[in-house]
């Protein structure tokens, strides 16, 4: 069975700037896969070019096997971008009501992953709140639940707790665990090293390069160091000085 992300000698650039530098990896399936890096590292990048929202420069990404992008893809994917996609002046359910017949959902099936959704992420009591009233922390969830109605098999998620408070943080990590133990695997962007330990194998990026990939034990293993955040410190600092 093919990984169920592949990236091939993948590079992206923005006229004389590289974001993306010749990236070979894959991606399981069934695992939270946690990139990590500064701003300008890559991530989003990679984000959006896995979602078949950006096209390579050179190289490829396949989902499954399959070159993205291709026709499928909005069935097996869900995508929560780090800028919100609201509609401010409609409800909490009336955004969730467009968003599922985006992805194909009608009748029955509509309605029931509605109600799932709003349960998981506690926004039942304010199904009936316009958009504009809700607070930045309420919003994220809102755009997780859009980004859930179709039970996507893979979840892209682009800084999600960005801005948000520790309470909901931890929130927001109770329902990726949730979400993977059912099945979805979820490839997420952060920019907190403590939140990638919780990830089962995590990307550090720099530079559209690749410092380290594995599993948080591994690169602790590797590094020498007691926590990520030390052990990207040193893999940076090393990238930076270059061989000796």
């Not at 590094?223 to 052990?231: K, Q, V």
């Amino acid at each position: 069975m093919p990984a169920l992300v592949g990236i091939e000698g993948l590079t992206k650039k923005f006229g004389p700037l590289e974001a993306l530098k010749d990236l070979n990896l894959s991606i399981p399936a069934g695992v939270t896969f946690g990139l990590v890096g500064p701003n300008g590292s890559g991530k989003t990048t990679l984000i959006r070019i896995i979602c078949g929202l950006l096209r390579p420069s050179s190289g490829k990404v396949t989902i499954l096997g399959k070159t993205v992008p291709f026709p499928e893809m909005r069935h097996l994917i869900g995508y929560m971008p780090q800028l919100e996609s609201l509609y401010l002046d409609l409800t909490v359910e009336e955004n969730l009501f467009f968003f599922a017949s985006l992805y194909g959902l009608k009748g029955p099936r509509k309605k029931q992953r509605i109600q799932e959704v709003l349960d998981l992420v506690e926004l039942k009591e304010r199904r009936n709140f316009r958009v504009e009233h809700l607070s930045g922390g309420l919003r994220q969830r809102l755009s997780l639940a859009c980004s859930l109605l179709h039970s996507p098999q893979l979840l892209l998620l682009d800084e999600p707790t960005v801005g948000i408070d520790p309470e909901l943080r931890f929130s927001f990590w109770g329902y990726f665990s949730h979400l993977a133990k059912g099945g979805t695997s979820i490839i997420i962007s952060t920019h907190y090293l403590d939140e990638a330990s919780r990830c089962k194998k995590v990307l550090m990026l720099r530079g559209g390069k690749i410092l380290a990939l594995g599993s948080p034990e591994e690169i602790l293993s590797q590094t020498g160091e007691g926590n990520l955040e030390r052990a990207f410190l040193k893999l940076s600092r090393g990238a930076q000085d270059g061989p000796g």
